[in-house]
């Protein structure tokens, strides 16, 4: 059995992790729960990991920490991928068998939703045991449980009554092949449809209105031609009674917007560019260009082309006609009447690419900036020139609004829905289409009181990194009512209307109250049928009279009461953890409906938001296949390996790619860190000396350290420092003493490693718990507490003294690489009194603001070299390293300081060691200076 395995089950045996109600102070943590439709891949690693860490160092510190878990089935991404297995989709079967290694046998059956989600549930169990999650598992469940639906169907019914779920009609992103709405996590790369909106403006022609669809209406005045894409194929189709010309593509899309679409005939995109149109606005008749730019997988596959303000316009008009003149539409002042073309000369755009630059670079000027011409205006028809004469002068944006309600009142335009950010592909691979859907369920996140709780929430919340606090502001503004059933998956039906079923970022916003009572619902057989809405209303809720609920629902006061005071002792959740793909979505949701449903001393506290594991460049992803499996990692590397390796890839909010060469370093400093733990018996030494109170010195201000490292999540910093910075410190340790030609001092060391085990322990607790055991320590370090720091043993001068020695050792190694010869002896010599009496004014003066030159008028030096030394002694006192300043200034005698460190002086660099003053004689001879704490040395 391996060191891992032996640990997780004697933790298991001894139910080190298992929470209970106790006297202590509490802190719940929670990771959002894993959707298993795959097993896990080290991108999940990180995610865990570090709420893991944070978990036991929590513990550590003495707190009754409660870490639960559960298993998310509900909704499409499970369906979604039991569909691609039973379709042979060949990609994911290779995935299964290559990569997850997962038997042939196994396979077929993974094609059974329910099959797939209990093997993978138990499959990323089997990977958060091996990877030592410190998980109470009793409270484990399943969103398809019935108690938990009972739960559910509570929250629901309690949002309704609050007046925040809604039924209405309103645009969602929509699989057209499945016809399911599709959220972020729906979609290959976690893309969240962005919907817009693109304004339709008819432009009569003799084979139907051409709807050019635009994002800025107010340039209406200055279309010069149409485009369409002559390559493409478009029909003739009649959209709410009028005869209109659409790309394929479009009439398809927009058939789940607008009811009935009758494609009447095709066209080609060719046979268009034969005909002329009729701007519906200024009445001038214009021609139908071909262009390759223009998409027809992008609202109505044609373009209104304005060269005076599109950068795209008037490069490709320019190609295909020299005679048609730009028309000014808006003024910009520091530009021409033509932006477009101003900014197209200047900077000579290459491609597409650069096109769309200075497309988004024009379409902000002239936003922030621009006012409508009144000569474009004029340009309109009679009928209309009075109505729109009000828009002249005005800003585009107010000019954009005020011509947008004039087309569609006047029958002239009409509005569509677009993804913004498209292509979005659903998982099942088709692209999303934005969907009006009628008369849906939806959570109404953009209700302004529900808005108002969800900032006030937020403003209390601890944010780690707190960098993330802007991107959830952003996003709690930016949601707006979204769609909240489906009519296909796994789930618990809508209460109300059983014909839905609640989806799966609907009802996973507040499940961390579930776990608080999960375990006792079990150990009490509690039934759904019991688990009324009065029953959750008084245990969550304290509402209603305990012997009326009792007498109900046939569950004993006693039981009752103990549920509550679970619940209330558990609750607030402290923290919340996830990668950070989740801000915009379930985080967001997590927050909104805590707030919408529990009183404010129950809000959450904290969310804690990891950067993503990255795979070649984008987020390692079930959906987009690009994974490497945890648990296999694991095998090859061992949990602690991975655990340290996941959690100082890179600082906790940003992305990291995870890489062998960076196991094989932790790997090599753990082994390294056994090794040291494992030879404690055999150190016979007794001194204490230098280097003992260097080691003690090192292993308190350490200490000191980690903990505000450890309590601000900073793990690659913290690891640095436990890892990686003590063991350095031990080996530095081991030198110093067998430089003096001793044994190391075998109770210092015991001290040391036995606190040093500790440090580890939340990050390697499976060596560490072997470590602890073997060093005759009783329990488990898991549950032990973090090391105190005594400040009397922080000997900073100490510390500093012999990073001076260091800095000898490494100037007598860099001459000897330059030396030619085979030198026996290093002579140091010692800057004298008067120098160092000089360097202090310097430093003095440079604190001060002071300079080279009021330096010099304090000293007046008497000749040209008094004032060569003031100047050199000056410039070394600006290039000081700060430890050294801080040497100097607590005062040390440079000649003793450098007798103490003679041994190891010695014994690094392999030469005799003399120690001398410096004197002029020496700077003849040598041409080297001494300065205080920078000798000059000289080898023979
Ligand atoms: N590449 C990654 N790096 C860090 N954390 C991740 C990564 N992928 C998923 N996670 C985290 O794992 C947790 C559970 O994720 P979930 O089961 O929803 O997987 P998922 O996001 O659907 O996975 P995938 O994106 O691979 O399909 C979430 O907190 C999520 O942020």
């Known amino acids: 059995m391996s060191i891992g395995e032996k640990w997780q089950k004697k933790w298991k045996e001894s139910k080190i992790f298992e929470a209970n109600v106790d006297s202590r102070e509490k802190f719940y943590t929670t990771v959002a729960f894993p959707y298993p439709n795959s097993p896990f891949h080290l991108g999940h690693g990180r995610t865990y990991v570090t709420a893991d860490i944070y978990a036991r160092y929590m513990r550590m510190k003495g707190y009754n920490v409660l870490f639960p878990m559960g298993f998310h089935y509900t909704g499409t991404p499970i369906i979604t991928m039991a569909d691609d297995v039973a379709k042979g989709e060949k990609?994911?079967?290779?995935?299964?068998?290559?990569?997850?290694?997962?038997?042939?046998?196994?396979?077929?059956?993974?094609?059974?939703?329910?099959?797939?989600?209990?093997?993978f549930k138990d499959d990323i169990k089997k990977a958060m045991d091996e990877m030592g999650l410190s998980i109470d598992w009793r409270r484990e469940f399943t969103t398809i449980d019935p108690e938990f639906s009972s739960f559910i169907v509570w929250q629901f019914n309690t949002l309704q009554k609050r007046g925040f779920v809604v039924k209405d009609t309103h645009p969602v992103g929509w699989c057209p092949v499945h016809h399911l709405p599709v959220g972020m996590h729906d979609t290959k790369g976690d893309m969240e449809p962005d919907i817009g909106e693109y304004t339709l403006i008819f432009f009569e022609s003799k084979s139907g209105y051409l709807p050019a669809a635009t994002l800025r209406p107010e340039t209406i005045f200055g279309v010069v031609a149409i485009w369409v894409n002559p390559k493409e194929k478009y029909v003739i189709a009649e959209v709410k009674g009028r005869k209109v010309i659409l790309s394929e593509r479009s009439a398809f899309k927009l058939t789940f917007q607008i009811d009935n679409i009758k494609v009447l005939e095709k066209i080609s995109g060719s046979e268009l560019t034969k005909i002329t149109a009729i701007n519906p606005v200024t009445g001038d008749t214009i021609p139908i260009l071909g262009a390759d730019f223009v998409d027809v997988?992008?609202?109505?596959?044609?373009?209104?082309?304005?060269?005076?303000?599109?950068?795209?316009?008037?490069?490709?008009?320019k190609k295909v006609s020299s005679s048609i003149r730009p028309i000014a539409v808006v003024q910009v002042d520091g530009y021409n009447e033509f932006p477009a073309v101003e900014l197209v000369e200047k900077s000579n755009p290459k491609n597409d690419t650069d096109l769309k630059k200075l497309t988004e670079q024009l379409y902000r000027i002239e936003y922030n900036?621009?006012?409508?011409r009144k000569d474009a205006i004029e340009r309109s028809k009679e009928e209309f020139r009075s109505e729109l004469g009000s828009v002249i002068g005005i800003s585009v944006p107010e000019a954009r609004k005020s011509i947008t309600d004039f087309l569609i009142s006047?029958?002239?335009?009409?509005?569509?829905?677009?993804?913004?950010?498209?292509?979005?592909?659903?998982?099942?691979?088709?692209?999303?289409?934005?969907?009006?859907?009628?008369?849906?369920?939806?959570?109404?996140?953009?209700?302004?009181?529900?808005?108002?709780?969800?900032?006030?929430?937020?403003?209390?919340m601890r944010l780690v990194p707190d960098e993330v606090r802007k991107d959830f502001e952003y996003s709690i503004e930016w949601l707006q009512k979204r769609a909240c059933a489906r009519t296909r998956g796994l789930g618990t039906p809508l209460p109300w209307d059983k014909k839905w079923i609640i989806e799966s970022l609907s009802d996973s916003t507040i499940y961390m109250a579930y776990y608080t009572i999960a375990h006792k619902i079990k150990a009490y057989k509690l039934r759904a049928s019991q688990m009324t809405f009065d029953f959750w209303d008084y245990v969550l809720l304290g509402k209603g009279d305990i012997n009326d609920i009792s007498k109900l629902t046939g569950i004993s006061i006693d039981v009752l009461q103990q549920l509550r005071s679970e619940f209330?002792?558990?609750?607030?959740?402290?923290?919340?953890?996830?990668?950070?793909?989740?801000?915009?979505?379930?985080?967001?949701?997590?927050?909104?409906?805590?707030?919408?449903?529990?009183?404010?001393?129950?809000?959450?506290r904290g969310i804690a938001v990891n950067g993503l594991v990255l795979y070649e460049?984008?987020?390692?992803?079930?959906?987009?296949?690009?994974?490497?499996?945890?648990?296999?990692?694991?095998?090859?590397?061992?949990?602690?390996?991975?655990?340290?390796?996941?959690?100082?890839?890179?600082?906790?909010?940003?992305?990291?790619?995870?890489?062998?060469?960076?196991?094989?370093?932790?790997?090599?400093?753990?082994?390294?860190?056994?090794?040291?733990?494992?030879?404690?018996?055999?150190?016979?030494?007794?001194?204490?000396?230098?280097?003992?109170?260097?080691?003690?010195?090192?292993?308190?201000?350490?200490?000191?350290?980690?903990?505000?490292?450890?309590?601000?999540?900073?793990?690659?910093?913290?690891?640095?420092?436990?890892?990686?910075?003590?063991?350095?410190?031990?080996?530095?340790?081991?030198?110093?003493?067998?430089?003096?030609?001793r044994d190391p001092n075998g109770s210092i060391l015991r001290d040391f490693v036995i606190a040093w085990t500790r440090l580890l322990a939340p990050f390697a607790p499976h060596i560490a718990e072997e470590v602890w055991n073997a060093l005759g320590n009783s329990g488990f370090v898991s549950v032990s507490r973090w090391p105190n720091y005594d400040e009397s043993n922080i000997d900073l001068k100490l510390e500093l003294e012999h990073e001076y020695h260091k800095e000898i050792i490494d100037d007598i190694r860099s001459i000897l690489n330059v030396y030619k010869g085979n030198p026996k002896i290093a002579t140091i010599y010692v800057a004298n009194t008067s120098e160092h009496t000089l360097l202090m004014d310097a430093l003095k003066t440079t604190a001060g603001g002071g300079t080279l030159k009021t330096f010099m008028s304090s000293h007046r030096p008497k000749n040209k070299e008094e004032a060569k030394e003031l100047q050199d002694i000056f410039e070394y006192a600006t290039e000081m390293s700060?430890?050294?300043?801080?040497?100097?200034?607590?005062?040390?005698?440079?000649?003793?300081?450098?007798?103490e460190g003679l041994p190891l002086i010695k014994y690094k660099t392999g030469l005799d060691i003399e120690v001398q003053k410096y004197s002029d004689e020496i700077m003849r001879k040598y041409k080297k200076e001494s300065f205080p704490l920078r000798p000059s040395i000289v080898l023979s």
């Open 91 to 119: 990609e994911v079967i290779d995935i299964f068998k290559n990569i997850y290694e997962i038997p042939d046998q196994v396979i077929p059956k993974l094609s059974d939703p329910l099959f797939m989600a209990n093997y």
């Open 297 to 317: 997988n992008t609202a109505t596959g044609i373009v209104m082309s304005v060269p005076a303000h599109a950068p795209f316009d008037y490069f490709y008009l």
């Open 369 to 372: 900036k621009g006012r409508m």
């Open 410 to 460: 006047h029958g002239l335009g009409d509005k569509i829905y677009e993804i913004m950010n498209k292509p979005v592909y659903c998982r099942c691979g088709n692209e999303v289409v934005v969907k009006i859907l009628k008369d849906q369920w939806f959570l109404d996140y953009g209700n302004p009181e529900w808005k108002a709780l969800v900032r006030k929430l937020v403003s209390k």
């Open 568 to 604: 209330m002792y558990w609750y607030p959740l402290d923290m919340r953890h996830s990668g950070s793909d989740l801000i915009p979505n379930h985080l967001s949701f997590f927050i909104f409906n805590h707030a919408a449903i529990f009183p404010e001393d129950l809000w959450p």
């Open 617 to 741: 460049g984008k987020k390692m992803s079930k959906s987009l296949r690009n994974i490497i499996p945890l648990r296999k990692t694991i095998r090859i590397y061992g949990p602690d390996v991975i655990r340290i390796t996941l959690s100082s890839l890179s600082d906790m909010g940003s992305e990291a790619n995870f890489t062998d060469a960076a196991a094989k370093s932790v790997m090599d400093s753990l082994k390294r860190f056994y090794e040291i733990a494992s030879s404690i018996s055999s150190f016979n030494g007794n001194e204490l000396g230098f280097a003992e109170k260097w080691l003690m010195s090192r292993l308190n201000s350490s200490i000191k350290q980690s903990i505000s490292l450890m309590d601000n999540m900073r793990f690659r910093d913290a690891n640095n420092l436990i890892l990686f910075g003590l063991l350095s410190d031990v080996n530095e340790y081991m030198e110093m003493v067998k430089a003096e030609g």
């Open 882 to 899: 700060d430890s050294k300043k801080k040497l100097l200034l607590l005062g040390v005698d440079e000649e003793v300081l450098l007798k």
